[in-house]
């Protein structure tokens, strides 16, 4: 029986390489000092795996921004427009590299980034490679090699990863019309073939490839290439050890496929789908290892050594130890480095760092696993496993964690909770009457701009250098500013600006029983952006009202509506990490009560339009299409629990950022949110043609800038835009309001396009009432 790990953080445990990658960009150390930082990383976590005794450690899983675009800059997959990078003076691969991530300007050049997106259900983003009817690949990057022999001189003989062929395929996008991305299989495969070459000579036995798509819907034509792929590297490649892993999904109706590969060792993923593993070992041929995916690479939680052993053993006795290979589920990619680092007792108690294991926790986790099956077992295994079972009961009666009332309350839900006392309708003439606004009302999203001040403020305060009330004094004059110029330029509906909050998930987590925090727990998000999610582990109760103070006191400033702000439950639990005890749908559930009491206590207060947003809804869709159904349904009640509590004069708001309408429309309508606010200037209002087509029945505000870049939009464009919107949604449904919220913008282009963006709703209300007249 061995014991290997997928992959392992990159970012370094101190977010090393962010540091490096930034300071780097930012011309303050040279290419060799980013390259001493990146090997540091490397080295440390090579060496960490060694120490815990995994047989069968990783390669190529570091990167300096992405292995997806590692792989293409592998296989010369480069976009003619940065060619010309490399011809500037002093760049090299690496400065190629890094302009394919994040564009390139300077000197005459000005190339954008590519496209990012995804990384299937995760919170990680990659870089989407580009695919052309005749391109050719050869290899350029000698990425996966270097990193082989980088290990070896440090006595360490690897497995490299790879994104296996199909998989990196369909990652990508044709970026041309006429053909399909896996016809290039074949042009791809020598390039693979030349790199299993090279690492052979050089001594590898096992590489692995990591094909996710195989647990995904796969054409015909996908199946093939599957089988093509790894018939053709068995052909070329007797010797080599090939393992295939598929992650985040069960394999399914691919399982047969699968299993006839003519491979190595196949990995499944037993914590997203368990269900799988009697099939597999059922119709696993005789020459194939199975490689259990136990330890969750996904979430925090510790492992339930006892219940994998049992696992195991059932491997064992159907296909015996030499056939099977113990791992974490995926990647650790998706999880903090160390809890070790975790020392702060007020962010994060000793009773739930107890339940908790990061990377380097899990690595361990996955040795002791190995030596469980053993007859003698190491001392620290027989700790692990006792740290393991206390761990596994005391979640299960914790009072920290269990609290009656909550779930009582959750079961308790019945249909009348998760409905409006009246249809759209008739709320609709009532809301009309309670707000008199114009027709075209403007607004914004929600937050205006997080100012280095701001920040600062916030800053001091978390280190006590700010009192309580000096902090919220200095919040009070901000958001008074920002009344008296949203005032000022005349918008119709207001927001206080949300400058209380570091993070829409994170305020709204630190005001809730069962949510815990890191100091450490970074993750990687996309290049050197790391986030630091919140830790669901409890029942969810709002001990008392997390935002009524913020939004009374913006509206005791006004006598225009100001809309109250708040997340919804889908965005809070998808953006956190999330217990295991319990369905996600259920923790789903307490949240949406949580946000139900906030929404009604705005209320009572005088808040008259109230928004709750959801930007997480749709990534948080299931990645075979046959689960949709199931989670659209739970996820939709839980925000119209949310929303419901309220009377029909108040005015429910919801916002999405860039998503497809298209195929989850009648979804969205069924939130029955009165009012929708989308980002939409992108693409040129084509987002609002499933709204049109499904004749879309409560209101919209379509975005008509985006706020993503700097530059100020002009009255006519969104007039233009606007134009574009009347033609597909009947005009009393629309609302003029930029596409995102404004936090990471400066006041003064802030200013500029607010200004611009009131003056073009004049303009189109001036035609509406020339209209009236003729
Ligand atoms: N209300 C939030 C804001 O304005 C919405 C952010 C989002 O959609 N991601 O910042
Ligand atoms: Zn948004």
């Known amino acids: 029986m061995q014991t290997h790990i997928l992959g392992y953080p990159r970012i370094g445990s101190h977010r090393e390489l962010k540091k490096a990658c930034e300071q780097y960009w930012a011309g303050k150390i040279s290419k060799n000092d980013l390259l001493k930082a ?12 060694k120490d815990a005794g995994i047989d069968l450690i990783p390669s190529n899983d570091f ?83 270097d990193e082989f022999k980088e290990a070896k001189h440090l006595g360490i003989s690897t497995k490299p990863v790879l994104v296996g062929p199909v998989s990196f395929l369909l990652l990508g996008k044709e970026k041309a019309s006429g053909f399909h991305r ?42 093939m290439a599957l089988n093509n792929t790894y018939s053709t590297i068995k052909k070329h490649f007797p010797k080599l050890k090939i393992l295939v892993a598929t992650y985040f ?3 399914k109706d691919n399982l047969k496929l699968a299993l006839k590969l003519p491979i190595c060792a196949l990995h499944i993923d037993l914590v997203h789908n368990p269900e799988q593993l009697t099939e597999v070992l059922e119709h696993a041929p005789e020459e194939l290892s199975i490689s259990l995916g136990l330890v969750d ?22 296909v015996g130890p030499d056939r099977i290979l113990i791992a974490p589920s995926c990647s650790l990619l998706h999880v903090p480095c160390d809890l070790d680092l975790e020392n702060d007792v007020k962010s994060l108690a000793a009773e739930v760092k ?30 692990l496993l006792e740290d393991s079972k206390t761990a596994t009961a005391s979640r299960k009666t914790a009072k920290t964690i269990h609290n009656s009332k909550v779930k009582e309350r959750a079961k308790a839900i019945a249909t009348s909770h998760t409905q409006r006392k009246n249809a759209f309708e008739i709320r609709k003439d009532i ?22 001040e701001v920040r600062a403020w916030r800053a001091q305060f978390k280190k006590g250098d700010l009192s309580i ?26 927001v206080h600006g949300e400058f209380e909050r570091n993070d829409m998930v994170e305020y709204f987590g630190e005001r809730l029983n069962g949510f815990a925090f890191t100091k450490f727990g970074w993750v990687q998000s996309y290049g050197s952006r790391c986030v630091k999610p919140p830790i669901i582990y409890g029942d969810i109760e709002r001990p008392e009202a997390m935002t009524v103070a913020w939004s009374t006191y913006a509206q005791s400033l006004t006598h225009k509506v100001v809309k109250g702000m708040l997340t919804g439950p889908v965005t809070i639990l998808q953006w956190s990490f999330v217990r295991n005890d319990q369905p996600r749908a259920v923790t789903c559930k307490q949240i949406a009560l949580a946000i139900r009491d906030e929404v009604t206590d705005l209320e009572k207060a005088g808040i008259k339009i109230i928004q709750i947003d959801e930007p997480a809804l749709r990534e948080g869709l299931p990645l075979r299409k046959a689960d949709w159904e199931h989670y659209l349904e739970w996820a939709i009640s839980a925000f119209r629990i949310s929303a419901s509590g309220v009377n029909d004069a108040t005015q429910i708001h919801t916002h999405m950022c860039y998503s497809e309408f298209n195929d989850i429309i009648q979804h969205i309508a069924a939130m029955d949110a009165d009012v929708i606010t989308i980002e939409c200037s992108r693409s040129q209002m084509e987002l609002l043609d499933a709204f049109a087509k499904f004749n879309y029945p409560n209101e919209i505000g379509p975005g008509v800038y985006d706020i993503h870049s700097p530059r100020v939009p002009n009255k006519k464009e969104m007039v233009a835009l606007l134009e574009k919107a009347k033609a597909v949604i009947p005009e009393d449904q629309l609302w003029i309001n930029p596409d995102c919220g404004l936090k990471t913008r400066h006041w003064e282009e802030t200013k500029a396009a607010l200004t611009e963006m009131v003056s073009a709703a004049k303009n189109m209300r001036a035609a509406l009432s020339k209209k009236a007249v003729i």
């Open 63 to 145: 990167s300096f921004y992405d292995h997806v675009l590692d792989m293409a800059l592998t296989v010369n997959a480069i976009p003619k427009r940065y060619h010309e990078v490399l011809f500037e003076k002093g760049n090299t691969e690496l400065d190629l590299y890094f302009a394919m991530a994040r564009g390139y300007q300077k000197d005459t050049l000005d190339i954008t980034a590519m496209e990012m997106t995804k990384w299937f259900d995760t919170n990680y983003h990659y870089i989407v490679p580009e695919f052309y009817p005749n391109q050719e690949f050869k290899l350029f990057s000698t990425k996966i090699v």
């Open 431 to 452: 809301q009309r009457k309670n707000l008199g606004l114009p027709a075209y009302p403007t607004t914004t999203i929600g937050s205006f701009p997080q100012t280095k």
């Open 38 to 49: 990146a090997h540091e990383v490397k080295k440390h976590n090579w060496q960490l795996q």
């Open 469 to 494: 009330t000096e902090y919220e004094r200095l919040l009070q004059t901000e958001t008074e500013k920002t009344i008296r110029w949203q005032e000022e330029i005349d918008l119709d509906v207001l």
């Open 249 to 251: 999904e069960g394999l």
């Open 182 to 223: 896996v016809a290039l299989l074949e042009k791809l495969l020598p390039v693979y073939l030349d790199i299993l070459g090279q690492l052979e000579e050089l001594g590898a036995t096992w590489v692995q490839f990591d094909e996710p798509f195989l647990a995904l819907d796969l054409s015909a034509a996908e199946k």
């Open 297 to 318: 690479g996904r979430n925090i939680w510790k492992n339930d050594l006892e219940s994998s052993l049992a696992i195991i053993k059932k491997a064992e006795k159907i």
């Open 354 to 383: 107890g339940w908790l294991a990061f990377a380097k926790q899990k690595v361990r986790e996955v040795t002791a696993l190995q030596d469980l099956t053993n007859e003698t077992l190491q001392a620290t295994t027989i700790a």
